[in-house]
């Protein structure tokens, strides 16, 4: 199983990114995607998750200003976030939480900074 990460960049505050993670190796549209982040110094924080069937959680921090999403046919979860803040700066990670009989799997992180 891998999870791949990209997107991440340089912005200012008040601009956007969107995210993606595109994952192999496990039947796709089953599987429950999150994204995480970890600032510097920082332990690492749950920021969106979408389930199979389509739902979807936020953290309060990113609320109303984050978007995640899922294309089954291109096996794909976005992040959109915008109004980004300089607190969103931080390496942003992709996940398949652990199941019944299988590990979590974790994408290698993107990094998001935001300048003031």
């Known amino acids: 199983v891998q999870l791949q990460a990209s997107g991440g960049g340089l912005v200012q505050t008040g601009g956007s990114l969107r995210l993606s993670c595109s994952v192999s190796?496990?039947?796709?549209?089953?599987?429950?995607i999150k994204w995480y982040r970890q600032a510097p110094g920082k332990q690492r924080e749950l920021v969106a998750t979408?389930?199979?069937?389509?739902?979807?959680t936020y953290a309060d921090s990113v609320k109303g200003r984050c978007t995640i999403s899922r294309d089954n046919a291109k096996n794909t979860v976005y992040l959109q976030l915008n109004s980004l803040l300089p607190e969103d700066t931080a390496v942003y990670y992709c996940?398949?939480?652990?199941?019944?009989?299988?590990?979590?799997?974790w994408g290698q992180g993107t990094l998001v900074t935001v300048s003031s």
């Open positions: 190796g496990v039947i796709f549209s089953r599987n429950t």
């Open positions: 996940n398949r939480p652990e199941t019944w009989n299988e590990t979590a799997y």
């Open positions: 979408i389930y199979s069937g389509g739902s979807r």
